[in-house]
């Protein structure tokens, strides 16, 4: 991804996506500590707000290294962070990024995770000089499979005991989106 100076911050219909801060700590930790979020998010749920300000660190630093950025997704007039989606593992000498996303159980079923998703990869696609989008899911989470494929994403396959995690090896599906698609299905 490209040098990023401020962070963007990115408006859809019903949402706004802007940086996550310490401030936010409780909301995250409130959507965190619950086990049906986190059930596919690799980690267990939070116990405490501690951990939540420790995931905070984390995003600022893939920012700072420049292997991701995370947005926290918030209802327009609020400010509370309901979720968080974005970039990780990022690698600009192949110009690929891989996505991620979770929700605040109380708004799922609503298209929220949708919404934001597909601004993120605008932004991605038409900003930086991101040529894939790539997506790691496990098999039994067939929301996030529906979401991606509705996006554009194809399954390219079945990476095996891709990771460990939470005391089990599990299988992902790995998912793509190049650019070149996105624009054919503008």
């Known amino acids: 991804m490209n040098s990023i100076t ?10 706004v996506l802007r940086e996550i801060t310490e401030r936010d700590s409780s909301s995250i930790y409130e959507y965190l500590s619950d ?3 986190m059930k596919y998010y690799g980690l267990a749920p939070f116990m405490s ?11 600022n630093s893939i920012l700072e290294e420049k292997t991701g950025i995370r ?16 970039f990780l593992n990022t690698v600009s000498s192949h ?8 929700l605040s159980k109380e708004f799922w079923g609503q298209g929220i995770a949708s919404e934001a998703m597909n ?16 997506a790691l899911i496990e098999p039994l989470n067939q929301a996030s499979q529906r979401m991606v494929e509705k996006a554009g994403f194809s399954r390219e396959g079945l990476l095996r ?15 793509g989106l190049l650019k070149e698609e996105y624009n054919t299905n503008k």
């Open 6 to 15: 401020e962070f963007p911050v990115l408006a859809t219909e019903r949402l």
């Open 161 to 175: 005991k891709y990771e460990y995690t939470c005391g089990k090896f599990d299988d992902l599906y790995m998912y």
């Open 95 to 102: 110009y690929r990024t891989d996505i991620g996303f979770e």
């Open 35 to 37: 086990a049906e979020v």
């Open 49 to 59: 707000e501690a951990e939540a300000l420790e995931e905070i660190a984390w995003y």
């Open 119 to 134: 601004e993120i990869i605008r932004y991605a696609f038409e900003h930086t000089t991101i040529q894939r989008i790539q």
């Open 71 to 86: 947005w926290g997704i918030t209802l327009k007039n609020e400010d509370k962070v309901i979720g968080s989606c974005g």
